[in-house]
């Protein structure tokens, strides 16, 4: 994915990161709705996403449809990225996952598993995650937590990529940290951005309320 910025550099060598857009799921919650089309001032939520990845210095982008899948791929289309079809995105996530995994061309220092319903997620919150991988003295999978909810995305590094790709091990669940704490970094932050995300309609009303913004459903 070409970016016109290089960013979370610091006095840490440049790393090559990959990302994996989740934007498959069908909003069941919110009668089916497929939420990475909801706009934001005007902007569909997945094209703010790749812009912020782009802005975080991201190599390459994976994006993986399911729902609605003819839409998305409308709004994707004009950015440099690879997508792929999950038929079974009704399944769960995890498939979801694992095809946007398998579907990186290159070999990268790490990955973004990114869910595409985060409406505050920007190049700054990519980069400080970016900056809490480089600095972690263990684990494999970097994890925000904000006052202990957990957050997303999450960074993986080349051991949990191959981890996921080689076995059943699924280090993208919620449960992650009881199931597989030795693979975990968690990183605290106060970054309220990365457990702010549209599940409900009740989500989107209290995020206008809160933030003043404009939210739209998908046409």
Not at 10 to 26: F, K, S
Not at 154 to 165: F, M, P, Q, V
Not at 191 to 205: A, P
Request: glycine share 10%; with cysteine.
């Amino acid at each position: 994915m070409g970016c016109m910025l290089k960013r979370g550099g610091g006095l840490y060598p440049r790393l090559h990161i990959g990302a994996v857009l989740l934007a498959a799921g069908e909003g069941r919650r919110m009668g089916g709705v497929a939420k990475p089309l909801i706009r934001l001032q005007g902007v569909p939520l997945i094209s703010r996403k790749l812009v912020a990845l782009s802005g975080a210095g991201v190599d390459e982008v994976v994006v993986v449809t399911g729902y609605a899948s003819d839409e998305v791929e409308q709004q994707v289309q004009v950015f440099p990225v690879t997508v792929v079809h999950n038929p079974s995105h009704a399944e769960g996530q995890e498939g979801s996952v694992r095809l946007g995994l398998a579907a990186l061309s290159g070999e990268f220092d790490a990955v973004f598993v990114m869910p595409s319903d985060q409406p505050l997620v920007e190049s700054d919150d990519l980069v400080e995650l970016i900056g809490a991988f480089k600095k972690r003295a263990a684990g494999h999978v970097v994890v925000p937590f904000v006052n202990g909810q957990r957050g997303n995305p999450i960074l993986l590094d080349e051991t949990a990529l191959a981890e996921i790709l080689t076995s059943e091990t699924n280090l993208a669940c919620r449960h992650l940290i009881d199931n597989n704490p030795e693979f975990v970094h968690v990183h605290d932050t106060g970054n309220t951005h990365f457990i702010t995300d549209l599940d409900t309609l009740g989500d989107m009303q209290v995020f206008a309320e809160r933030t003043g913004w404009r939210l739209e459903m998908p046409a």
